[in-house]
Protein backbone atom coordinates (compact mmCIF):
# COMPACT_ATOMS: atom_id res chain seq x y z
CA UNK A 1 0.00 0.00 0.00
CA UNK A 2 1.32 3.44 -0.76
CA UNK A 3 0.76 6.76 0.22
CA UNK A 4 -2.12 8.38 -1.45
CA UNK A 5 -1.74 11.81 -2.87
CA UNK A 6 -3.85 14.72 -1.02
CA UNK A 7 -5.59 17.10 -2.82
CA UNK A 8 -5.31 20.81 -2.24
CA UNK A 9 -7.47 22.70 -1.41
CA UNK A 10 -9.11 25.74 -3.33
CA UNK A 11 -9.28 28.23 -1.59
CA UNK A 12 -12.93 29.51 -2.10
CA UNK A 13 -13.88 32.19 -5.12
CA UNK A 14 -13.42 36.01 -4.16
CA UNK A 15 -16.35 37.99 -4.25
CA UNK A 16 -15.43 41.07 -6.90
CA UNK A 17 -14.61 44.12 -5.22
CA UNK A 18 -17.55 46.34 -5.05
CA UNK A 19 -20.02 43.62 -4.82
CA UNK A 20 -21.87 43.25 -1.26
CA UNK A 21 -21.70 39.63 0.61
CA UNK A 22 -24.22 39.77 3.24
CA UNK A 23 -22.28 38.62 6.70
CA UNK A 24 -24.10 38.19 10.20
CA UNK A 25 -21.99 38.95 12.94
CA UNK A 26 -22.24 39.50 16.66
CA UNK A 27 -21.30 42.63 18.11
CA UNK A 28 -21.34 43.84 22.28
CA UNK A 29 -24.06 45.71 23.72
CA UNK A 30 -21.86 48.20 24.28
CA UNK A 31 -20.90 48.22 20.76
CA UNK A 32 -24.72 48.55 19.19
CA UNK A 33 -25.06 51.58 21.62
CA UNK A 34 -22.91 53.52 20.14
CA UNK A 35 -23.71 52.31 16.34
CA UNK A 36 -26.86 53.05 17.35
CA UNK A 37 -25.82 56.74 17.89
CA UNK A 38 -23.68 56.79 14.90
CA UNK A 39 -26.86 55.39 12.91
CA UNK A 40 -29.01 57.79 14.07
CA UNK A 41 -26.59 60.78 13.89
CA UNK A 42 -25.92 60.44 10.54
CA UNK A 43 -29.71 59.49 9.47
CA UNK A 44 -28.58 56.12 8.28
CA UNK A 45 -29.62 52.23 9.05
CA UNK A 46 -27.83 50.29 11.62
CA UNK A 47 -26.32 48.14 8.45
CA UNK A 48 -25.08 51.38 6.76
CA UNK A 49 -23.39 52.44 9.69
CA UNK A 50 -21.80 49.38 11.09
CA UNK A 51 -20.14 49.30 6.89
CA UNK A 52 -19.38 52.69 7.67
CA UNK A 53 -17.92 52.64 10.86
CA UNK A 54 -15.85 49.48 9.18
CA UNK A 55 -14.61 51.49 6.23
CA UNK A 56 -13.24 54.41 8.73
CA UNK A 57 -11.45 51.59 10.79
CA UNK A 58 -9.95 49.90 7.93
CA UNK A 59 -8.75 53.12 6.50
CA UNK A 60 -7.32 54.42 9.35
CA UNK A 61 -5.46 51.57 10.40
CA UNK A 62 -4.00 51.25 6.81
CA UNK A 63 -2.77 54.89 7.58
CA UNK A 64 -1.31 53.97 10.53
CA UNK A 65 0.64 51.54 8.50
CA UNK A 66 1.99 53.52 6.30
CA UNK A 67 2.97 56.30 8.90
CA UNK A 68 4.68 53.44 10.85
CA UNK A 69 6.43 52.91 7.47
CA UNK A 70 7.54 56.34 6.51
CA UNK A 71 8.53 57.16 10.50
CA UNK A 72 11.15 53.70 10.16
CA UNK A 73 12.20 54.89 6.74
CA UNK A 74 13.47 58.50 8.25
CA UNK A 75 14.92 56.81 11.18
CA UNK A 76 17.07 54.39 9.15
CA UNK A 77 17.96 57.22 6.78
CA UNK A 78 18.85 60.27 9.04
CA UNK A 79 22.72 60.67 9.91
CA UNK A 80 22.31 63.65 12.09
CA UNK A 81 22.63 62.44 15.45
CA UNK A 82 20.00 65.34 16.56
CA UNK A 83 17.78 64.61 13.93
CA UNK A 84 18.05 61.16 14.31
CA UNK A 85 17.14 60.80 18.06
CA UNK A 86 14.30 62.99 17.27
CA UNK A 87 13.28 60.02 14.49
CA UNK A 88 13.93 57.65 16.74
CA UNK A 89 11.30 58.94 19.44
CA UNK A 90 8.73 59.57 16.31
CA UNK A 91 9.65 56.11 15.64
CA UNK A 92 8.87 55.28 19.34
CA UNK A 93 5.74 57.27 19.54
CA UNK A 94 4.58 55.19 16.06
CA UNK A 95 4.43 52.30 17.05
CA UNK A 96 3.83 52.80 20.92
CA UNK A 97 1.39 56.25 20.82
CA UNK A 98 1.74 59.71 21.49
CA UNK A 99 2.31 59.20 25.32
CA UNK A 100 4.84 56.59 25.15
CA UNK A 101 7.92 58.87 25.82
CA UNK A 102 7.59 61.17 28.83
CA UNK A 103 9.10 64.66 28.28
CA UNK A 104 11.60 65.39 30.96
CA UNK A 105 10.18 69.05 32.14
CA UNK A 106 12.66 69.54 35.30
CA UNK A 107 15.22 70.63 32.70
Known sequence: MGIM???????P?????????????????SLVAEVRRVAKERHLTMSRALVSLAERGVRAE????????ATYRRF???????RKNEA???LVRAIFGKDA???D???
Do not use: F, H, W, Y
Not at 16 to 29: C, D, F, H, M
Open 5 to 11: PTRAKTP
Open 13 to 29: PRSPKGRPVRQSVTIPA
Open 62 to 69: LDAKENLK
Open 76 to 82: MEEQEPA
Open 88 to 90: GKD
Open 101 to 103: IAE
Open 105 to 107: TVL
